[in-house]
């Protein structure tokens, strides 16, 4: 059994403060998007890369990872402007293989989540194959609503990567081409149109995401704390 992953890096650097993809941002010595590359690379069983990137990104985005690639193969996909059009044009190009059997999984994974370790990937493909589907959950106390009530407890953040059997996935996305539909999450787009269960696998708060100014900063120092 091997298993797929799509990156994706079809992302702006609006909120992050700078004007070009956020990804492509410097982290560590290489960028936020190389971060994610490296750990892909280095998770067992992963034999199909795809990364979905924005129309006019690709050289960028090839150029950034290029270097990083070694003997290792990975496909660009450029896709729409919302999540789920270039996450929906990354599984068009691995449908030959998924059909084929040569892939039972797929992994999508933020490439602004550039902390998450090889062991959740493999985590969350294990979980996968078990049950159906799954994805990285982190517990939230202390939240608060905008008018200061405190929010019940049992609220979790939902991370990535996500992880799902790879046929069931790619018929989820076809049903929801025909209806129109298009999710904020891959695991919403799979338990809409499959009767497999999502799954939470554990995950912790250095998991980030970059999204502001100070989110580089922070990822910055984990790093460097490794």
Request: charged letters at 20%; glycine letters at 10%; hydrophobic letters at 50%.
């Given at each position: 059994m091997s298993a797929a992953v799509v990156i994706l890096a079809a992302g702006s650097g609006s909120r992050v403060g700078a004007s070009t993809n956020k990804v492509l941002l410097p982290l560590g010595d290489t960028?936020?998007?190389?971060?994610s590359l490296r750990t892909v690379l280095a998770v067992g069983g992963v034999t199909r890369l795809v990364i979905g990137v924005r129309p006019g990104d690709e050289d960028a985005v090839g150029e950034a990872v290029a270097p990083m690639l070694g003997q290792h193969e990975a496909?660009?996909?450029?896709g729409g402007a919302t999540r789920h059009a270039p996450?929906?044009?990354?599984l068009q190009a691995l449908r030959r293989q998924v059909e084929a059997g040569d892939v039972d999984v797929v992994a999508g994974h933020d490439a602004a989540r550039p902390?998450?370790?090889?062991?959740?990937?493999?985590?969350?493909?294990?979980?996968?194959?078990?049950?159906?589907?799954?994805?990285?959950?982190?517990?939230l106390p202390g939240l608060l609503r905008r008018d200061l009530?405190?929010?019940?407890?049992?609220?979790?953040?939902?991370?990535?990567?996500?992880?799902?059997r790879a046929v069931p996935l790619l018929e989820a996305h076809r049903r929801a081409a025909e209806g129109g539909y298009e999710s904020t999450d891959t695991a919403a787009c799979f338990e809409r149109y499959t009767d497999l269960p999502v799954v939470a696998v554990p995950s912790g708060a250095t998991n980030l995401k970059v999204t502001f100014p100070?989110?580089?900063e922070v990822a910055e120092r984990l790093l460097s704390a490794r």
């Open positions: 960028t936020v998007l190389g971060q496909r660009l996909v450029p996450e929906h044009a990354a902390l998450a370790g090889p062991e959740l990937f493999e985590a969350t493909i294990a979980a996968a194959r078990a049950h159906g589907g799954a994805l990285p959950v982190l517990d009530r405190p929010v019940a407890r049992g609220v979790a953040g939902v991370q990535t990567p996500q992880a799902f100070e989110d580089l």
